[in-house]
């Protein structure tokens, strides 16, 4: 039973579920792996937009419904998902997710025309919300004993950071060589390389009891946990707004050339490590300055990109400081819920997901649209305004909301 008490800032936080027989490094490294693979696969269009554009005959604020789609579809699966399979083991349930992604993987890299290629997009979705809903929620089942919260869901989203630094970046690269299908093709690979590490190494993973619909809005019922809302909201529309245009902006307004775009998006999942460990360590102390910090580095990249991003030198120094500010975004805000609201985060994970994955569809339909209409320098000052908003509310509506300390009872 997990219990409240005197606020500490030194203890590291445990959850009672991470003490449950069956979890190991290979299952938790399997499923960080999984998430590899899965981000690799949703934001791989990102590296080669400009690529899909040409090819199949569509304007580039077009092209990126093949991000835009699957963020939808997700946001529908990830609340529904794990209320439809009920008591189903969530071994079976990843297994099954990762072979969605597979074959998604292979009818976007075969698509003949765009519609086909938004129908595996929309098969992707189903993948993304149904993982992203079950992983989280049962990290710290899946770690080994007594491995705090916090590090075992930086770990987890260690492969979200590893997608950045290996996989769109290593795909611009294949798609500059091969063409943008080779990388789909390479990314199906990887994707059935998981799937035969999740057979050999998942362990039981039964629900404690089946989510019902009445249960989706645990986290909402949580002050604490709609305080976190509110700044992961704004935050999140301010990324998935601008970064899925990160490579047109490298190639249309700055001019730079291939090699020099897959560059940046590789220094740009490097310092995705970093911020993946800064959050991991940082947001057990106090995750609410964290957010702090993230927003004040978001805040400098999107002032200061159209000016000095359009030269190499300011394009690599503005490029690792957003690298860093995502790689710790998405992992301090889930670090945010189990810290404030562990009971209620298993039943209330799914629709969280499906929140994140409504801001990453908006976001891209939102840029998509200012870039058609306007253009990218644009973009990145209407996004600042909303990083603007989530300080101002972290010092504000969320003032004062500290870490507790968490004592685990087995």
């Known amino acids: 039973m997990v219990q409240t008490s005197t606020p500490s800032k030194t203890e590291e936080l445990t959850d009672s579920a991470a003490s449950i027989p069956g979890g190991s490094w290979f299952a938790l490294l399997t499923v960080a792996v999984t998430a590899f693979a899965l981000v690799t696969s949703e934001f791989l269009p990102i590296g080669v937009l400009n690529s899909i554009s040409t090819d199949l005959h569509v304007s580039v604020g077009t092209a990126g419904l093949v991000i835009t789609l699957p963020g939808i579809m997700a946001a529908f699966a990830a609340p529904l998902l794990p209320v439809w399979v009920k008591q189903l083991d969530r071994r079976y349930l990843l297994i099954g997710l990762t072979a969605i992604m597979v074959v998604a993987n292979l009818i976007t890299a075969f698509a003949t025309s765009f519609e086909v290629l938004l129908f595996s997009r929309f098969i992707l979705g189903i993948a993304i919300g149904g993982f992203w809903a079950t992983a989280i929620a049962l990290s710290p089942r899946l770690a080994p004993t007594h491995l705090p919260i916090a590090k075992a ?237 989530a300080i101002v509310s972290i010092f504000t509506l969320s003032r004062g909301l500290n870490n507790p300390k968490i004592d685990c009872e087995i």
């Open 153 to 389: 869901t930086a770990i987890v989203m260690a492969g979200v950071t590893l997608a950045t630094v290996l996989g769109v970046p290593i795909g611009t690269w294949l798609s500059e060589f091969f063409g943008w299908r080779t990388a789909f093709i390479i990314t199906a690979a990887i994707g059935f390389l998981v799937f035969i590490l999740e057979l050999i190494f998942l362990p039981q993973l039964k629900p404690s009891s089946a989510i019902h619909f009445r249960d989706l809005p645990a986290l909402l019922r949580e002050p604490k946990a709609r305080k976190g809302l509110i700044v992961i909201l704004l935050i999140g529309l301010a990324h998935f707004s601008s970064y899925s245009y990160l490579a047109p902006f490298f190639k249309n307004v700055a001019g730079f050339n291939g090699t020099t775009i897959s560059t940046l998006l590789l220094l740009y999942g490097v310092a995705g490590i970093f911020g993946n460990a800064f959050a991991g360590y940082s947001g057990n102390i106090n995750v609410r300055y964290t957010f702090a910090f993230i927003g004040l580095c978001f805040a400098i990249v999107f002032f200061s990109f159209p000016v000095f991003a359009v030269y190499e030198m300011g394009a690599f120094i503005l490029t690792g400081l957003w690298g860093f500010a995502f790689g710790a975004f998405p992992t301090t805000a889930n670090i945010w819920m189990f810290v404030h609201t562990p009971n209620a985060v298993e039943k209330g994970m799914p629709l969280f997901v499906g929140f994140f994955q409504v801001m990453i569809a908006t976001g891209s339909l939102l840029g998509g649209y200012i870039v058609d209409h306007f253009n990218a320098n644009i973009l990145l000052y209407s996004v600042l305004s909303f990083i603007v908003l």
